[in-house]
């Protein structure tokens, strides 16, 4: 079937399905053989080699998806990072990263790299002049995220696509906060998209994966480490990845409407100093956001005011709830610091902007009336109990 003409939600929801030819059920069925035959056929099967019909059907979703020619899927996100840049990164090479970064992926770049004889960069911000300041002569691959994770600073993937096709590099972006929904990096000229399949692809908050797109000639290289390091899924959680990519236009479409609901009422709360979402237009990045996604997130990020602790008021709420992960159907929220960037310094985390009263919302599906209200409850919950001691 040519996907070229299909919309999102007929992508989601019918291609990379594996066909029930015995039974002719309405969905995929699954194979969770580890052991195929190898006499007389085109291709020999091993889960290891991510080529189980269940993984290969879902590979061509993702790819549909993601405009590319080709994906694979990974045990997680970060197998998906580690296995992408170490495909195309070797000792005596030099990778540049944007500034901010999702914490798992810095911590990857600053305990690991070096081990594999690799140089690194992080950029000082997010402009041209940063990116090409920080590339070298032995610069291999440049690396960004956006909408940055937990700030929602937005990169200009055009011109990145741009720098690195002038130095002859590969580009590679963390697309997991917009998710193929808001965003297709490819249609800009980057060469590898990656995604933390746990987030918004899974969307249920019950799904650990991850997800590489790009040229045929690229997964074939992330392909050659990748079945080394074994990091795929297994047959069933990848049935359920499946099953859950077919909500996923209608999903992010009602977080979207909800995070920019949200965002709107923040921006107007005296009890919170700062928000970070690029769907407002005080964001500094609104214009390059507008002009390069299809919507604008279910993130929200925000800065309390200094007399409302951001532990006592996450413990109030009742409806949200305080949870490590994001981008299921609940609303979620945490403590960067506590979290995604715990292990980065005080230092580090300063220099990237993170402070203890920034909290991270992932938006969920709910009303937004009975978000709101629970927010307007445990703010006063919180000064009541101020006032109290």
């Given at each position: 079937m040519n996907t070229k003409n299909l919309k999102l939600n007929t992508i989601c929801t019918h291609i990379g399905e594996v066909a029930d030819n015995v039974y002719k059920g309405a969905v995929s069925p699954i194979y969770t053989s580890t052991s195929y035959a190898y006499e007389n056929?085109?291709?020999?099967?091993?889960?290891?080699?991510?080529?189980?019909?269940n993984q290969q059907a879902l590979a061509k979703k993702l790819a549909a998806l993601e405009h590319a020619e080709a994906a694979l899927i990974f045990g997680s996100g970060m197998a998906a990072v580690s296995t992408s840049l170490l495909a195309f990164?070797?000792?005596?090479?030099?990778?540049?990263?944007q500034k901010v970064l999702y914490g798992g992926t810095y911590n990857f770049v600053v305990e690991e790299l070096e081990r594999f004889g690799i140089e690194y960069s992080f950029t000082e911000g997010l402009s041209k002049n940063d990116f090409e300041k920080a590339i070298k002569s032995n610069t291999k691959v440049i690396f960004v995220e956006t909408p940055s994770n937990p700030l929602l600073s937005i990169t200009d993937l055009?011109?990145?696509?741009?720098?690195?096709?002038?130095?002859?590099?590969?580009?590679?972006?963390?697309?997991?906060?917009?998710?193929?929904?808001n965003q297709n990096p490819i249609d800009f000229g980057i060469d590898v998209v990656i995604h933390s399949a746990t987030k918004y692809l899974g969307g249920h908050s019950d799904i650990l994966a991850g997800a590489v797109c790009a040229s045929e000639e690229n997964i074939e290289k992330i392909f050659s480490l990748g079945k080394n390091l074994g990091g795929n899924l297994s047959d069933y959680t990848v049935w359920l990845l499946e099953r859950s990519i077919k909500t996923l236009g209608i999903r992010v479409k009602a977080q979207n409407r909800n995070a920019k609901k949200l965002a709107k009422y923040f921006s107007k709360n005296e009890a919170i100093a700062k928000v970070y979402y690029p769907g407002l237009k005080t964001h500094p990045d609104y214009e390059l956001a507008r002009e390069q996604m299809n919507g604008f997130g279910g993130m929200v990020s925000f800065e309390l005011k200094g007399d409302i602790d951001p532990l006592q008021f996450t413990n109030a709420l009742e409806l949200i709830k305080p949870s490590m992960s994001l981008a299921g159907v609940e609303s979620t929220i945490v403590s960067p610091t506590k979290t995604s960037h715990a292990l980065l310094t005080a230092e580090e985390r300063a220099h990237q902007g993170i402070n203890d009263c920034l909290l991270r919302l992932s938006v969920g599906i709910e009303d937004k009336r009975d978000l709101i209200a629970d927010f307007e409850q445990a703010i006063s919950k919180v000064k009541a109990n101020s006032i109290l001691i």
């Open positions: 056929i085109d291709e020999k099967r091993y889960p290891r080699y991510f080529n189980t019909p990164l070797g000792a005596g090479d030099h990778v540049v990263l055009k011109m990145v696509a741009s720098l690195a096709k002038k130095h002859q590099l590969v580009s590679m972006i963390d697309n997991t906060f917009a998710s193929p929904v």
